[in-house]
C-alpha cells in the first residue's frame, strides 16, 4: 500500500513564524502536491512539484514556498504565519501517465492553528 | 482553464437505500481521468473510484458505481446499498493535460440508520 505521511496532526503556531509541514511517500512516487483545505471551498492546490528540486505554483501559492531535496519527501514552509492560514494541510503524492496525473494518494493531513 | 462543479453541498440518505451524487466539469480536452474520492469525518482521502475518458464503459468498485457522459461533461457517482461507514465528503476531481488534479468544493454525505 501507497503511505504518504505528515510530520504533524495537529499544530499551533503564533503569528509571525516560520512554519515547516512535512510530507513523506514511501512508493517513489514523481509529483507531489500541497492542498490546504477550507469549509466550502474544497481543496486547492498550493504547489506541487512533479520531479526533484522542480516545483510549480499552483492556485494559492501567495505566503507559502516549498523543497524537494530528495524524491520521497516534500516540505511546504510558511515564511510568515497569519491568521489566514489557519487551515487543514493535505500532503499528495501520485504517479503520471504522460502529463495526466494518475489518482492521488493522500497523507491524513496537518490542521494548522495560527493565533 | 478546467472547472468541476459539485452543486449540492449536503445530501442525506437511509441505510441500504441508493444514493446518487453529480458531478459537472468542463474541459476542451479529450484524453483525461476523473475521480471519485471519499473523505471520511477526521480521517485520510481515499480513491473510490477512477474512470479514463477514453473508456466508454462506466467504471465501478463493488456498491460504487459512475454514470460517465462524455458529451454532457457529467460524472455521477452512484452509492448502492448505502452503508453507515459511506458517512463522508465526497469529491469529484479532473486530471488533464495541466498536470494537476481540479478537485470540486465536496458533497457531505450522512446516511441515516
Known amino acids: 500500500d501507497v503511505k504518504v505521511t505528515q510530520s504533524s496532526r495537529y499544530l499551533v503556531k503564533r503569528t509571525g513564524e516560520k512554519v515547516f509541514l512535512e510530507c513523506v511517500q514511501d512508493m517513489d512516487h514523481e509529483n507531489m502536491f500541497w492542498y490546504r483545505q477550507d469549509p466550502g471551498l474544497g481543496l486547492r492546490l498550493i504547489y506541487f512539484?512533479?520531479?526533484?528540486?522542480?516545483?510549480e505554483k499552483g492556485d494559492i501559492p501567495e505566503g507559502y514556498s516549498v523543497s524537494r531535496e530528495k524524491k520521497e519527501r516534500f516540505s511546504l514552509i510558511l515564511e510568515s504565519a497569519s491568521t489566514n492560514q489557519t487551515s487543514m494541510y493535505l500532503c499528495a503524492s501520485s504517479l503520471s501517465t504522460g502529463r495526466l496525473i494518475y489518482e492521488q494518494y493522500f497523507g491524513p493531513g496537518t490542521r494548522l492553528t495560527v493565533t | 482553464a478546467q472547472t468541476v462543479t459539485q452543486s449540492q453541498p449536503e445530501m442525506s440518505v437511509q441505510e441500504a437505500e441508493t444514493v446518487t451524487l453529480s458531478c459537472t466539469y468542463d474541459t476542451s480536452e479529450n484524453n483525461y481521468y476523473l475521480f471519485w474520492y471519499k473523505q471520511p469525518p477526521s480521517r485520510q482521502m481515499i480513491l473510490v473510484i477512477r474512470?479514463?475518458?477514453?473508456?466508454?464503459q462506466n467504471a465501478t468498485e463493488n456498491r460504487f458505481s459512475v454514470n460517465f457522459q462524455k458529451a454532457a461533461k457529467s460524472f455521477s457517482l452512484k452509492i448502492s446499498d448505502s452503508q453507515l461507514g459511506d458517512t463522508a465528503m465526497y469529491f469529484c476531481a479532473f486530471s488533464g493535460a495541466n498536470s494537476k488534479l481540479t478537485f470540486g468544493k465536496g458533497i457531505t454525505l450522512s446516511v441515516r440508520p
Open positions: 512539484s512533479y520531479d526533484v528540486k522542480m516545483k
Open positions: 474512470q479514463e475518458a477514453y473508456k466508454q
